[in-house]
């Protein structure tokens, strides 16, 4: 098998061949058709996540070791499956859900594999789709995608299922609200296109970018504003009374300090964007103004498949995408770290 590979944090990706892996147990081996370039790649590429106050999460001693296959956005067709692997045949054409846990603990046993302290992502843990063949561990984390291209299907796995993940947590929030979505670049765009399937608020876009205002107001956006404009906020707080929720999708101080000062009384502030670093917090103005900060992370199994089921039946428009040849994997992850991508850039072997 060949593959595009991280041999050292930071600097480009090696094409290297290996043998073609032999599934064991309940593993399926999947040839892969597509997989999507993340913007969490740039951070597992780079070796760490910034924490703020100059503290570093190293993404080695969390069990990342080199070399290491990237690619967690993957759809493949089914080559072969080890004596174990049930409800699966040669030639099935599923996309991967990556965000596998141990599959033993309570949570794993309750479905909340994202809860899992002994995560088996594939492609952050174990072996991903930046190559011609994959391994799944099990086939239920095969999910079919019939009626969808292949390259659109396997932008679901993670940028499709953490912006519904997301939405589905403020789904609570009526037509009366205002749902601020911070950043449109390639995830908080996706959430721009399912809002009106899962809130029934108004959409406003808050993005620095002129370019991605505009995609996000033809993906269906109510409004869009600048939110690096210093009047920006008053204007909107004077004309809506304030978000009900935001959805920071960028997760950088800027954007989480103006999704916190956004929100109206008993607004939530939802954490996506892993951009790093921390911002200072006025502990009053959470019980005074009854808001609630939380976090999001990708989503669930059950969650992926509500979401493919949403997007087979046409409620779902299809966010735009650029196919490059996986040997271009390194140029993909430089034009997003430099934020050129408008849309997923999504490799083919
Ligand atoms: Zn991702
Ligand atoms: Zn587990």
């Given at each position: 098998m060949?593959?595009?590979?991280?041999v050292?944090?930071?600097?480009?990706?090696?094409?290297?061949?290996?043998?073609?892996?032999?599934?064991a147990?309940?593993?399926?081996?999947?040839?892969?058709?597509?997989?999507?370039?993340?913007?969490?790649?740039?951070?597992?590429?780079?070796?760490?996540?910034?924490m703020?106050?100059?503290?570093?999460?190293?993404?080695?001693?969390?069990?990342?070791?080199?070399?290491?296959?990237?690619?967690h956005?993957?759809?493949?067709e089914?080559v072969?499956?080890?004596?174990?692997?049930?409800?699966?045949?040669?030639?099935?054409?599923?996309?991967?859900?990556?965000?596998?846990g141990?599959?033993?603990?309570?949570?794993?046993?309750?479905?909340?594999?994202?809860l899992?302290?002994?995560?088996?992502t594939?492609?952050?843990?174990?072996?991903?789709?930046?190559?011609?063949e994959?391994?799944?561990?099990?086939?239920?984390?095969?999910?079919?995608?019939?009626?969808?291209?292949?390259?659109?299907?396997c932008?679901y796995?993670?940028s499709?299922?953490?912006a519904?993940?997301?939405?589905?947590k403020?789904s609570?929030?009526?037509?009366?609200?205002?749902?601020?979505?911070?950043?449109?670049?390639?995830?908080?765009?996706?959430?721009v296109?399912?809002?009106?399937?899962?809130?029934?608020?108004?959409?406003?876009?808050?993005?620095?970018?002129?370019?991605k205002?505009?995609?996000?107001?033809?993906?269906?956006?109510?409004?869009a504003?600048?939110?690096?404009?210093?009047?920006?906020?008053?204007?909107?707080?004077?004309?809506?009374?304030?978000?009900?929720?935001?959805?920071?999708?960028?997760?950088?101080p800027?954007?989480?300090?103006?999704?916190?000062?956004?929100?109206?009384r008993?607004?939530?502030?939802?954490v996506?964007?892993?951009?790093?670093?921390?911002?200072?917090?006025?502990?009053?103005t959470?019980?005074?103004?009854?808001?609630?900060?939380?976090g999001?992370y990708?989503g669930?199994?059950?969650?992926?498949?509500?979401?493919?089921?949403?997007v087979?039946?046409?409620?779902?428009?299809?966010i735009?995408?650029h196919?490059?040849?996986?040997d271009?994997?390194?140029?993909?992850?430089?034009?997003?770290k430099d934020?050129?991508?408008v849309?997923?850039?999504?490799?083919?072997?």
């Amino acid at each position: 098998m060949y593959c595009q590979q991280i041999v050292e944090f930071g600097k480009p990706l090696e094409g290297r061949n290996y043998d073609t892996p032999e599934p064991a147990g309940t593993e399926v081996l999947l040839k892969v058709t597509a997989c999507g370039v993340c913007h969490s790649d740039l951070h597992l590429w780079e070796g760490y996540f910034d924490m703020g106050e100059g503290n570093r999460l190293n993404l080695e001693d969390r069990g990342m070791h080199l070399p290491f296959t990237m690619g967690h956005e993957v759809v493949g067709e089914v080559v072969a499956f080890g004596p174990d692997a049930e409800n699966v045949a040669i030639g099935d054409k599923r996309v991967i859900f990556p965000w596998i846990g141990c599959r033993e603990c309570p949570d794993c046993e309750a479905g909340d594999e994202l809860l899992c302290n002994a995560p088996q992502t594939v492609g952050t843990r174990y072996n991903g789709g930046y190559a011609d063949e994959v391994i799944a561990p099990h086939p239920k984390y095969l999910i079919p995608y019939d009626g969808l291209p292949a390259e659109l299907a396997c932008t679901y796995a993670c940028s499709g299922l953490t912006a519904y993940s997301a939405l589905k947590k403020v789904s609570h929030l009526t037509e009366k609200d205002t749902l601020v979505i911070i950043g449109a670049g390639g995830v908080g765009l996706s959430a721009v296109h399912f809002a009106s399937a899962v809130v029934k608020a108004k959409v406003m876009v808050a993005d620095i970018d002129p370019e991605k205002r505009e995609a996000a107001l033809k993906s269906g956006a109510d409004a869009a504003l600048d939110n690096s404009d210093p009047e920006a906020l008053a204007q909107f707080m004077a004309e809506t009374g304030g978000a009900g929720a935001a959805i920071d999708f960028v997760g950088a101080p800027p954007t989480a300090q103006f999704g916190l000062n956004c929100l109206k009384r008993g607004g939530t502030l939802v954490v996506v964007g892993l951009f790093g670093s921390s911002i200072p917090l006025s502990l009053p103005t959470l019980p005074l103004g009854m808001r609630t900060i939380m976090g999001s992370y990708v989503g669930t199994l059950e969650e992926m498949k509500e979401l493919m089921s949403l997007v087979q039946k046409g409620k779902v428009a299809p966010i735009p995408y650029h196919i490059r040849p996986l040997d271009e994997a390194h140029d993909c992850l430089m034009d997003l770290k430099d934020g050129k991508a408008v849309g997923r850039y999504v490799l083919k072997p």
